[in-house]
């Protein structure tokens, strides 16, 4: 069963930084798949945030660049999003997806970025 789990949400004032994580487990061994982190924000559409292929090719939402890196580590079937300088606007539900032939979403871990 392939599973991917997020983590390192949570509340963080704005400027502030955090650094989600997306660990794959089951048969999926994210060497194979472009990878990717989206958000929901409060009343809005889930929205690509940043995508990282399997040949370690990047690209980020316009609202993020220069701000968030997405990085991925195929030896621990892990993906990762270092986000800085962080914004209210920045506040959603970020989900961590793969995609190989079919994709795999993840739970979605909380950001908020309030003061």
């Known amino acids: 069963q392939v599973q991917l789990v997020e983590s390192g949400g949570g509340l963080v004032q704005p400027g502030g930084s955090l650094r989600l994580s997306c660990a794959a487990s089951?048969?999926?061994?994210?060497?194979?798949?472009?990878m990717g982190w989206y958000r929901q924000g409060p009343g809005n559409e889930r929205e690509l945030v940043a995508a990282i292929s399997s040949g370690g090719r990047t690209n980020y939402a316009e609202s993020v660049k220069g701000r968030f890196t997405i990085s991925r580590d195929n030896a621990k079937n892990a993906l990762y999003l270092q986000m800085n300088s962080l914004k209210p606007e920045d506040t959603g539900v970020y989900y961590c997806r793969g995609y190989y032939f079919r994709e795999y979403w993840g739970q979605g871990t909380q950001v908020t970025v309030s003061s």
């Open positions: 089951g048969s999926m061994f994210i060497s194979l798949y472009d």
